[in-house]
T-cell receptor, first 112, second 110 residues
Framework: GIQVEQSPPDLILQEGANSTLRCNFS?????LQWFHQNPWGQLINLFY???GTKQNGRLSATTVATERYSLLYISSSQTTDSGVYFC??????????????FGTGTQLKVEL | SQTIHQWPATLVQPVGSPLSLECTVE??????LYWYRQAAGRGLQLLFY??????ISSEVPQNLSASRPQDRQFILSSKKLLLSDSGFYLC?????????FGEGSRLTVL
């Protein structure tokens, strides 16, 4: 099956700094999503981005499908950005579902 | 808008006891439904998925089973829990594109 690798595994930032998180995947995909897991464990959808570039406020993401990687950019980081960021990639299941394989995440801590 | 709920949020169970976690989706019909587990550490593993009532696919052999008795209801069960079943269980739904997750159920088996 598909392999998903994320880097860095851990990241500590000062508030206001920018960062780039990377996700590499081993095969072509129909689906790629970025999630933020908050301190209570809930997974919050950030981007659905199997290709191209999207922006939402201070966050943006780019997926280069032909080179099998995706990047998540966080600008002007805030303490509320802390948590674990997951990349998940995969394809379409028979019957129409999505089979997503998750990376092991990037643990981000933003300090004052 | 669509919402997904799962319960209970927290559960502490003895080894050998049964388990039932329930998940329901509102605001959509014929969703694809999923159970994921997040063990100690960070990775999420797909356990089961369902594309319709009564249609369950298992991704990994284990002590758990899943059922979909109604269109928007997905249940994760075990007849006898093992210590290794401890973890954070997440239900999710999708249409043709994005997955959306519920709040999660934290299971501790003692």
């Amino acid at each position: 099956g598909i392999q998903v690798e994320q880097s860095p595994p851990d990241l500590i930032l000062q508030e206001g700094a920018n960062s780039t998180l990377r996700c590499n995947f081993s095969d072509s995909v129909n689906n790629l999503q970025w999630f933020h897991q908050n301190p209570w464990g809930q997974l919050i959808n950030l981007f659905y981005i199997p290709s191209g570039t999207k922006q939402n406020g201070r966050l943006s993401a780019t997926t280069v499908a032909t080179e099998r990687y995706s990047l998540l950019y966080i600008s002007s980081s805030q303490t509320t950005d802390s948590g674990v960021y997951f990349c998940a990639a995969g394809g379409i299941l028979t019957g129409g579902g999505n089979k997503l394989t998750f990376g092991t995440g990037t643990q981000l801590k933003v300090e004052l | 808008s669509q919402t997904i709920h799962q319960w209970p949020a927290t559960l502490v169970q003895p080894v050998g006891s049964p388990l039932s976690l329930e998940c329901t989706v509102e605001g959509t019909s014929n969703p694809n439904l999923y159970w994921y587990r997040q063990a100690a550490g960070r990775g999420l593993q797909l356990l089961f998925y369902s594309v319709g009532i009564g249609q369950i696919s298992s991704e990994v052999p284990q002590n758990l089973s899943a059922s979909r008795p109604q269109d928007r209801q997905f249940i994760l069960s075990s007849k006898k829990l093992l210590l290794s079943d401890s973890g954070f269980y997440l239900c999710a739904w999708s249409g043709f594109r994005e997955l959306f997750f519920g709040e999660g159920s934290r299971l501790t088996v003692l």
